[in-house]
């Protein structure tokens, strides 16, 4: 006999789309839940008092991805007016559109990496079936990230602060091009940020389940 069976993983808003796991014979449990930079349930008092702090940088994000994902989509329809309608293409959109790309990448970079939406691997689950194991190895994975969100965003850092000790200015509308480069500074500062309450989460998590272990 063969079902789909309703997965307990169910991504974040704004997402909210229930997930299917394929079992054949319903004999293997699913494997642990991933734990992302924002627990659920009850947290302790500094963990709350952290997420109540972190609340302001996740509206930030969100109102900067949609600010900018609506300003991109603007600049994109009134260029094609300009070219198309009025023969009149106004080359310094192409530029606001690199601007506004830019800070929309780097800030869904941060966003999807609070809300734990981004590619999962799922070849660990396959050939590990202990969920100690397999938290471990995620906690492995998320230090492994943040060491190299370190290093790219240190030389992301480098690379915006020489733009803008020299003044340099895009080709067309003579802008700083540090509005473009600040952009890599903002985007791995938030993903270290989620990162690093990823990890701690996934200590958290790895010590509760060492404790059960033990008391079994």
């Known amino acids: 006999m063969t079902v789909n069976r309703e997965s307990k993983q169910h991504p974040r808003a704004p997402v909210q789309v229930a997930s299917f796991i394929y079992d054949p014979e319903i004999t293997e449990t699913e494997p642990p839940d991933h734990v992302t930079a924002i627990p659920e349930g009850p947290q302790s008092r500094s963990m709350t008092a952290l997420l109540k702090a972190e609340w302001f940088l996740e509206r930030s994000l969100y109102f900067g991805l949609v600010l900018m994902g609506i300003g991109l989509a603007a600049i994109m329809f009134v260029q094609v007016l300009l070219r198309y309608v009025f023969a009149l293409p106004f080359v310094g959109i192409e530029e606001l559109a690199l601007l506004m790309g830019a ?114």
């Open 103 to 216: 800070w929309f990448y780097f800030l869904g970079l941060a966003y999807v990496t609070r809300n734990g939406e981004h590619i999962h691997g799922g070849i660990v689950t396959l050939l590990i079936k202990s969920p100690r194991k397999i938290q471990s190895i995620r906690l492995i994975m998320t230090l492994a990230s943040i060491a190299a969100c370190l290093v790219f965003g240190y030389y992301a850092s480098k690379y915006a602060i020489f733009e803008i000790e020299r003044g340099r200015a895009s080709s067309y509308m003579r802008w700083p091009k540090g509005l473009w480069s600040a952009s890599m500074i903002i985007g791995f500062a938030g993903t270290i940020i989620y990162l690093s309450l990823q990890a701690i989460n996934q200590t958290i998590d790895l010590k509760t389940r060492l404790s059960v272990v033990k008391k079994g």
